[in-house]
């Protein structure tokens, strides 16, 4: 194949009419497919049929969003802007063939950014080629309906709106109906389905576990730093009234006028929004944006267990070591000596150092006793008791990792929110500061071959790794993802237990 084709050998038929994409060396790509439409606060349509041939050739919009963001390091994280909409039901396929017969895993990928902003192509680390490349797979990414626009719930006011509390993971059920309907025209197989998130995006797989319209629509989940301590999820019965009220008031409408919601333009409704919820908040007053317990979503495993319909899906869970640990405590931390170092964990732990120190030195032999400095141990222990749960119910494996990898920049900074995934997306190259030779080479291998492997028959393998077994509630067994690699038994617990001890658990509201 030639370096660049579009045209009539790039172009596929499917169940709505036929659409053209474009190749590179020996990789289809189709952006801004349209998976659904859909008006405001409303349940998603599916796509019309039409005549002709319709060009997939650039990214659909993103969602609108009420934040402008702010990129405080693109060597960490490189970001990308794009055209928002509320118009924003678009998903992108990367793959090898377009052979119906090929029946390639197939790997969705939902992004994070919680469930208000975010978009399938905000980090460059997203770019579905080299994934589809390496493992041979079809890689799908996605926008969907997102803060108000996607979880306000007007029940309470007007029957108009039955499904906008959840109309945002409504979103993400219709594509994957569109993908269970169309993706064999790309060389994919609608029964070999994973669904991988990272962050919000995680959250969000782990919420299509419980949802019934999802069943038969994916067969295997992963969660990269998606299952995060005591999120505030609203409980059954709670509703929008609160919000809604006060969003009505701050606009000059009356609570008998809620469906004039549908009108006011995003840029007057957002700020609005933005005003009234801050107090509510702070009361722990549901105020939409995630989703709500209702008959689409019947609750979240925590309140109401894994539905057993599911015990049959093998899911991995993982999280980086640093998480949330963007500030920078240590930059000379190599050049310190053990009492040095002793003496600075002492000033953030106190008398607590003294026992934390052996427990962080016996979980992470090959790192300096500094970088306890970086640990966040909530997310981890709230993927641990995510993968006992599971475990406990599950017929079907779970696998469960840490990433501990350090970066050469800082000093030596320790793995944080996003550092994992451009190694499971093989695309250290597009991240500055994950270029580290042949370190980053070797664990982009092992990571990115565990999460073919997993995709393809539901168990990762690292090409030039240990074995990665299965999570039990006895041994906690974790693969830890740094050079090198190693699998873990048990080798984390205590150090969680104490520092949680002395370190506030992080806590998020929806």
Known sequence: MSRFICDERTTVGTKYGRLMGFALDSTYIFRGIRYAKARRFERPEEVEPWE????????????????????????????????????????????????????????????????????????EALDGERLSRYGKVVVVSLNHRLNILGYLDLK??????????????????????????????????????????????????????????????????????????????????????????????????????????????????????????????????????????????????????????????????????GE?????????????????????????????????????????PNHPVADLMYLESSIRREGQRFCRARAAMSAAPVYNYVFSQEFPIDGGRLAWHCADIPFAFHNVDLVPVANMGEDSEALQENMCGAWVSFARNGKPVLPAGPEWKPFTAENCETMIFDTPCRLGIRFDNELLEKHAAVVPELVMQA
Request: aromatic share 10%; glycine share 8%.
């Open 52 to 123: 002709g041939v319709q060009k997939a050739l650039h990214y659909g919009p993103i969602c609108k969003t009420a934040f402008v963001e702010t990129h405080a390091s693109d060597i960490m994280i490189p970001h990308r802007e794009w055209i928002q909409s509320e118009d924003c039901q678009y998903l992108n396929v990367w793959t090898q063939s377009l052979d119906p017969q090929e029946k390639l895993p197939v790997m969705v990928w939902i992004h994070g950014g919680g469930y208000t902003m975010g978009s399938s192509l905000e980090l």
């Open 324 to 364: 949330f640990a963007f500030d920078v405590w240590l930059p000379d931390k190599h050049r310190m000596t053990e009492a040095e170092q002793m003496a600075a964990l002492k000033d953030k732990f106190g008398d607590a150092a003294e026992v934390l120190v052996p427990l962080f030195r016996e979980a992470y």
């Open 156 to 321: 309470e006011h007007t029957d108009r709106f039955p499904d906008s509390a959840n109309a945002g993971t409504e979103d993400l059920v219709a594509a994957l109906r569109w993908i269970r309907d169309n993706i064999a025209a790309f060389g994919g197989d609608p029964d070999n389905v994973t669904i991988f998130g990272q962050s919000g995006g995680g959250h969000k797989v782990a919420s299509l576990l419980q949802i019934p319209e999802a069943d038969g629509l994916f067969h295997k989940c992963i969660m990269m730093s998606g299952i995060t301590a005591n999120f505030r999820y609203p409980h059954r019965g709670e509703n929008g009234k609160q919000i809604v009220d006060a969003l009505l008031k701050e606009l000059g409408l009356k609570a008998s006028e809620a469906d004039k919601l549908a009108e006011v333009p995003f840029e007057r409704l957002s700020p609005a929004y933005g005003r009234v919820q801050a107090d509510l908040r702070k009361q722990w007053v549901y105020c939409g944006e995630t989703p709500l317990p209702d008959d689409f979503f019947p609750g979240d495993w925590i309140e109401i267990g894994f539905r057993p319909e599911t015990r049959n899906i093998p899911v991995m869970v993982g999280t980086v070591i």
